[in-house]
């Protein structure tokens, strides 16, 4: 099983980023996945969650209106487009395959994140 991560980097305040994840190794349509993040000294959070055929989302009270997660069974990826990015969006942003759920525990893998960093 392996979900990479990409499409992180250095981004100016406002600006916006597109991350992917690629799955292998498990049949991606039979999973929910989500999207977390974790800053540098504090617990990994919730950021967005898609159902197995990408017909439901849910987003953190953070991310509404700002991110969007949206997924491809056909080449199996999910993605995660964030605009109008803060320096506070500053983490590493991890996909996970699981069920769909705002909880770590609801996920059964992980990818091993891309680094976002938000700054003037």
């Known amino acids: 099983v392996q979900l990479q991560a990409s499409g992180g980097g250095l981004v100016q305040p406002g600006g916006s980023l597109r991350l992917s994840c690629a799955a292998s190794g498990f049949t991606f349509s039979s999973y929910g996945m989500g999207w977390f993040r974790q800053a540098p000294g504090k617990e990994r959070d919730f950021v967005a969650t898609i159902t197995r055929t990408g017909g439901t989302t849910y987003y953190a009270e953070f991310a509404k209106g700002r991110f969007t997660i949206s997924r491809d069974n056909t080449k199996n990826t999910v993605s995660l487009q964030m605009n109008s990015l803060k320096p506070e969006d500053t983490a590493r942003y991890y996909c996970?395959?699981?069920?769909?759920?705002?909880?770590?525990?609801?996920?059964?893998?992980w990818g091993q994140g891309t680094l976002v960093t938000v700054s003037s």
């Open positions: 996970a395959a699981g069920r769909y759920s705002t909880n770590t525990k609801g996920f059964d893998y």
